[in-house]
């Protein structure tokens, strides 16, 4: 009896630490949607966990005897290690974020660096020489043009001479 409840308080140690390492994660991304995910997959791994050890040592039936121990080592670790660095935690999501939020400035940055160079090397250049291309055979065609109906108003010249 003593060995179950031994291990249901240490699940609930083991279950502090989860909650505290999705806390950090919840103060990091600071969005409802994330905070739902992150609290529905404590959720999930907080009622596994606690049924799997109630097959081990009670054939899954629930009693008060293990829900007691599994509480009292969470809160024991709550409210003692998890409330003695949270400050310290939304310190660190912050400076994180901040971070973060510096580092994609600079990554858009030179992303856009990137394509600058692309542009102004490959499409603009492609363009203008295309551009070129077109005029000249435009000109020429232009020009076949001109011949043709001068030479057109000197044979009709000739001819009525």
């Known amino acids: 009896m003593l060995n179950s409840a031994f291990y249901f308080f240490i699940l609930g140690l083991a279950l502090g630490v989860i909650y505290d390492a999705f806390r950090f994660l919840r103060l990091l991304f600071n969005n409802k949607a994330v905070s739902f995910v992150i609290d529905f997959v404590f959720c999930a791994a907080f009622a596994l966990s606690f049924f799997i050890l109630l097959l081990g040592f009670n ?3 629930v009693r ?4 007691t121990p599994l509480f009292f080592g969470f809160f024991l670790y709550v409210f003692t290690i998890m409330s003695t ?5 939304r310190k660190a999501a912050r400076l994180l974020r901040i971070s973060a939020k510096k580092f994609s400035k600079k990554l ?4 856009l660096f990137i394509w600058q160079m692309y542009y102004n ?13 077109r005029k000249g055979k435009s000109l020429s065609i232009n020009a076949k043009r001109k011949e043709i109906l001068i030479d057109e108003r000197a044979s009709s010249d000739l001819k009525t001479e």
């Open 85 to 89: 660095h949270c400050q310290k935690q």
């Open 121 to 133: 090397k490959f499409v603009k250049h492609f363009a203008f020489t295309s551009k070129l291309s």
């Open 108 to 111: 858009k940055k030179s992303l």
């Open 59 to 61: 054939n899954g039936i």
């Open 64 to 67: 008060v005897l293990y829900f």
